[in-house]
Nanobody
Framework: EAQLVESGGGLVQAGGSLRLSCAAS????????IGWFRQAPGKEREGVGC????????YYADSLKGRFTISIDNAKNMVYLQMNSLKPEDTAVYYC???????????????????WGQGTQVTVSS
């Protein structure tokens, strides 16, 4: 059974950095899209970025390019989300999710993903 577990969330001051981790098990890590999403209270879940395990190609939400970086360690079945220059509006629960194959322009659609982690809270204080 596929399982995704996020870690690394916490409280950070504005301007600080955090690195979130997503540990994947129960899936063949050679041809998946691993997405990061976030959901703030009262808002819809939004796509942060995505990485393809087959070639490490990444996609990001336009508003987050330059501050957030996704990386992968295929040997460990781990995906990371490095978040820099954090702002209070980045406060949300962050989730990783997995979908088989290539999603193309649909990478940011939560409905495209089959497996989800439980989420990790990120709080950015001003």
């Amino acid at each position: 059974e596929a399982q995704l577990v996020e870690s690394g969330g916490g409280l950070v001051q504005a301007g600080g950095s955090l690195r979130l981790s997503c540990a994947a098990s129960g899936i063949t890590f050679d041809d998946y899209a691993i997405g990061w999403f976030r959901q703030a209270p009262g808002k819809e879940r939004e796509g942060v970025g995505c990485i393809y395990t087959v070639d490490d190609v990444t996609y990001y939400a336009d508003s987050l390019k330059g501050r957030f970086t996704i990386s992968i360690d295929n040997a460990k079945n781990m995906v990371y989300l490095q978040m820099n220059s954090l702002k209070p509006e980045d406060t949300a629960v962050y989730y990783c999710a997995a979908a088989p194959g290539i999603l193309s322009k649909y990478w940011s659609s939560p409905g495209e993903y089959d497996y989800w982690g439980q989420g990790t809270q990120v709080t950015v204080s001003s």
